[in-house]
């Protein structure tokens, strides 16, 4: 989606491996989202970012960390990859909180 | 327990029929949206209500949010294959964060 750039787009992974995802703006928003989605789930909250420089937990952070590098980029890392990390990843981004989001187009993460 | 429910979880019907899906939740929140998910996309917002009673049109869809700000309902008229996707609703409570509801899966056959 225009705005919001995800990597990659589909990632497999053994237990207990490690990786970075990346998300990069350039709608110069305040606020970014970590979502996870999951069949019958809806979207979860992982992380968010409210502003450059604050990070805080979403409603499932347990297995994941978040660095808000800049502005413009947001990152989730998965230290230890687990099976029950398989998902589809939406990186998002909102003026500020409440308002609409933009999200990214995912990345679908396989952990076997 | 999900703070946002929706309902039906999936509807297939035939294209130029109507239909309704709602969204409803216990809880008060200060502003409601809508998305509609294609697959291998991400969603993409079509409306925020904000106010309790509030109704928007977007050609074909009409957006309602409930007088108490607890529920809200997506009507689509004569509706068209282009329909077909996921329709999340989302509400704003506390801190500011979207929850999202676990969706509709619509399906709009010709």
């Known amino acids: 989606n225009a705005g919001v750039t995800q990597t990659p787009k589909f990632q497999v992974l053994k237990t207990g491996q490690s990786m970075t995802l990346q998300c990069a703006q350039d709608?110069?928003?305040?606020?970014m989202y970590w979502y996870r989605q999951d069949p019958g789930m809806g979207l979860r909250l992982i992380y968010y970012s409210a502003s450059e420089g604050t990070t805080d937990k979403g409603e499932v952070p347990n297995g994941y960390n978040v660095s808000r590098l800049n502005k413009r980029e947001f990152s989730l890392r998965l230290e230890s990859a687990a099976p029950s990390q398989t998902s589809v990843y939406f990186c998002?981004?909102?003026?500020?909180?409440?308002?609409?989001?933009?999200f990214g187009s995912g990345t679908r993460l396989t952990v076997v | 327990t999900q703070l946002l429910e929706q309902s039906p979880q999936f509807l297939s019907i035939q294209e130029g029929e109507n239909l309704t899906v709602y969204c409803n939740s216990s809880?008060?929140?200060?502003?409601l949206q809508w998305y509609r998910q294609e697959p291998g996309e991400g969603p993409v917002l079509l409306v925020t209500v904000v106010t309790g009673g509030e109704v928007k049109k977007l050609k074909r869809l009409t957006f309602q949010f409930g007088d108490a700000r607890k529920d809200s309902s997506l009507h689509i008229t004569a509706a068209q294959p282009g329909d077909t996707g996921l329709y999340l609703c989302a509400g704003v409570k506390g801190a500011q964060k979207l929850v999202f509801g676990q969706g509709t899966r619509l399906t709009i056959n010709p």
């Open positions: 709608m110069n928003h305040n606020s």
């Open positions: 809880s008060v929140f200060s502003s």
């Open positions: 998002a981004i909102s003026a500020s909180l409440g308002y609409g989001y933009t």
